[in-house]
């Protein structure tokens, strides 16, 4: 099995070699584009008939860019790989939906743009693929132990679920998807990207400051570094002010940060809920940073 990856994606392909040494996985980066996104030429040219599964970051954790997941989705079905969407960092924060997309499975969590608990998450599988897809670890919720040294595993999406779970976080779960609901993943979308735009306005033009957010279309999620200062410097810096910023290393994005050659990047992410007053503090805050090499 061999395994090409980019910033935000994989291709996992069956070579046509046969033997245990074609068990071992490789991986390969897949060129970006102009933008600084998948390639979707590059794509269409590595998808042939041995390519099993295209797996993409919708959002990744380092910067706004959001992929041409829909696209990318087109091409995945015409070579007939199945398409996995990472959408942990876009759901809640615009329309999502998974027909637009093409993705056969969509995995994210709660706790992010949707505004739900730590510690709960859900994974869309499209039907006629769940039978295909044999959970890493069952119990008596997602199969039925049918003799001593049998089993059947439930033929609904259950199969991914396990007995033992946080009812109390479901339910958050759910009461954030309804308030999101309720307000309308359009409005809140158009919201989130203008208050990001704003933002990368206002620090762009500070002596020091560089903005690293790549791609055609920006989201949420907004990353800066400063000359002379790092990161996790300026993390303590604002938050001794009350303002809430995080930081991205390489373990979290390795093929993407090493790329650009990036140790680390001060990220701030704004939501409908953030005021044009909020950004201003920030940037000014960042502006006000004492060992700048400006």
Not at 37 to 65: F, Y
Not at 71 to 87: E, H, N, Q, T
Not at 117 to 131: K, Q, S
Not at 242 to 247: H, L, R, T, W
């Amino acid at each position: 099995m061999a395994v090409r990856a980019a910033a935000g994606a994989l291709l996992v392909t069956l070579p046509l070699l046969a033997g245990p040494a074609a068990a071992q996985p490789r991986v390969e980066v897949v060129p970006n584009d102009a933008h600084g996104q998948l390639s979707l030429a590059a794509l269409a040219a590595l998808l042939d008939d041995r390519v099993k599964l295209v797996a993409v970051t919708h959002m990744p954790t380092n910067g706004g860019l959001l992929q041409p997941a829909a696209a990318i989705g087109r091409l995945a079905r015409k070579a007939g790989a199945i398409f996995l969407l990472d959408a942990c960092q876009t759901v809640g924060q615009m329309p999502i939906d998974v027909e637009d997309l093409g993705c056969d499975v969509l995995s994210a969590t709660g706790r992010k743009f949707l505004r739900g608990p730590r510690g709960i998450g859900f994974l869309y599988v499209r039907r006629p693929l769940i039978e295909r897809l044999t959970p890493p670890f069952l119990d008596i919720h997602a199969a039925e132990w049918t003799a001593p040294t049998a089993f059947t595993i439930r033929l609904d999406a259950r199969r991914f679920e396990n007995w033992e779970s946080n009812v109390a976080a479901k339910l958050g779960l759910g009461a954030a998807v309804d308030y999101a609901g309720a307000l309308g993943l359009a409005p809140i979308w158009e919201r989130v990207r203008t208050q990001a735009a704003r933002l990368r306005e206002r620090l762009a033009p500070l002596p020091g400051v560089t903005v690293h957010d790549l791609g055609a279309v920006k989201g949420g999620i907004v990353t800066f570094s400063l000359a002379g200062v790092e990161p996790a410097a300026v993390q303590t810096a604002l938050r001794a002010q009350a303002i809430n910023v995080s930081v991205s290393g390489p373990s979290s994005t390795r093929w993407d940060m090493e790329a650009r050659g990036l140790a680390g990047l001060v990220r701030a992410s704004v939501h409908y809920l953030t005021t044009d007053d909020e950004i201003d503090r920030l940037a000014a805050a960042v502006a006000a940073l004492p060992g700048r090499a400006g």
